[in-house]
């Protein structure tokens, strides 16, 4: 696609479910990243996949969280049993490859998501 | 640990020149970003430095010093548009990870 494109935008949940972010890189874009965001903060680095391998996930708060990108392309951020603590605002970023490290970033229009 | 400072907000007028500064103490170096965002929306990429000195970009320039662990971003001849918030970020694995500052507000008055 043109961009990277996430879905959905905006997602409400009741505490204790589970929620699945989506995120569809730039074709070709072989790094995926997903940050969260608070209000008034930058970028909080998350996970990392270099292909369908997730070679960093340093940045998951808990067990409770977790991601795949199981062909390579669209990756998929799971959290189960929400809490409230969750609310943010989750960001995918993609890039062509880390063989130069001088590629910029491009990031999705995220999914702001809220736990009730 | 990594830690990576930004003044939280600025203030200037349209048509001026301001300085946003940044400071990084990281347990490893490969490269530094901003990335600018404007409000609701995706950063979006400015600038990457990874050799001490100016790097410059039509109306934005950005200068790195890798032995103070700083950095700053010019933006020359101010538009109303540039308000927005200012993303410094330090990339210090070799996987493109990025490290951000908590971003500076810049607000741009006529």
């Known amino acids: 696609g043109a961009g990277v494109s996430q879905s959905p935008r905006y997602k409400v949940t009741k505490r204790g479910q589970d929620v699945a972010l989506r995120c569809d890189p730039i074709?070709?874009?072989?790094?995926l990243y997903w940050y969260r965001q608070a209000l008034g903060q930058g970028p909080e680095f998350l996970t990392y996949?270099?292909?369908?391998?997730?070679?960093?996930k340093s940045g998951l708060p808990n067990d409770r969280f977790s991601a795949e990108r199981p062909e390579g392309s669209i990756s998929t951020l799971t959290i189960q049993r929400t809490e409230q603590r969750d609310s943010a605002m989750y960001r995918c970023?993609?890039?062509?490859?880390?063989?130069?490290?001088?590629?910029?970033?491009?990031f999705g229009q995220g999914t702001r998501l809220t736990v009730v | 640990g990594q830690n990576i400072d930004q003044p939280t907000e600025m203030t200037a007028t349209e048509g001026a020149i301001v300085q946003i500064n940044c400071t990084y103490q990281?347990?490893?170096?490969?490269?530094l970003f901003w990335y600018q965002q404007h409000a609701g929306e995706a950063p979006t990429f400015l600038s990457y430095?990874?050799?001490?000195g100016l790097e410059e970009k039509g109306r934005f320039s950005s200068f790195l010093s890798r032995s103070k662990g700083y950095s700053y971003l010019l933006l020359k001849e101010l538009q109303m548009k540039d308000s927005a918030s200012y993303l410094c970020?330090?990339?210090?694995?070799?996987?493109?990870?990025?490290?951000f500052g908590q971003g500076t507000t810049l607000q741009v008055k006529p």
């Open positions: 074709s070709g874009h072989v790094s």
């Open positions: 430095n990874v050799l001490d």
């Open positions: 970023a993609s890039s062509l490859g880390t063989g130069d490290l001088d590629t910029e970033a491009f």
């Open positions: 990281t347990s490893g170096f490969n490269g």
């Open positions: 970020a330090v990339t210090s694995s070799n996987t493109g990870k990025l490290i």
């Open positions: 996949f270099n292909y369908e391998a997730q070679q960093d």
